[in-house]
């Protein structure tokens, strides 16, 4: 059995930063690509950020500049360190791990960027 439980969300002022953490449990697996997704309200779940086991990165257009994605395979961990947060940024963060057998996906965390 293997979770995914992510923690670092809350509520934070525009203009603000949260850290977002992702942390397996349960069986070791080998994966291969992690990613944090988020979904907002009424909208679909979208892919804000990945990272492979390699280090190459990827960014949705609109968290460029602002998010940055790091992961550690070795301890099957994943961060998402959110700067410059504005109210757009504003939904449920869910991570997810992909492996050969089967994708992984934690239970979200929520974010809310609001004065």
């Known amino acids: 059995q293997v979770q995914l439980v992510e923690s670092g969300g809350g509520l934070v002022q525009p203009g603000g930063s949260l850290r977002l953490s992702c942390a397996t449990s349960?069986?070791?697996?080998?994966?291969?690509?992690m990613g944090w997704y988020r979904q907002a309200p009424g909208k679909q779940r979208e892919l804000v950020a990945s990272?492979?086991?390699?280090?190459?990165?990827n960014y949705v257009d609109s968290v460029k500049g602002r998010f940055t994605i790091s992961g550690d395979f070795a301890k099957n961990t994943m961060y998402l360190q959110m700067n410059s947060l504005n109210p757009e940024d504003t939904a449920v963060y869910y991570c997810?791990?992909?492996?050969?057998?089967?994708?992984?996906w934690g239970q979200g965390t929520q974010v809310t960027v609001s004065s």
């Open positions: 997810k791990a992909i492996t050969a057998s089967r994708n992984y």
């Open positions: 349960g069986s070791r697996i080998s994966i291969y690509t």
């Open positions: 990272i492979t086991s390699g280090g190459t990165t």
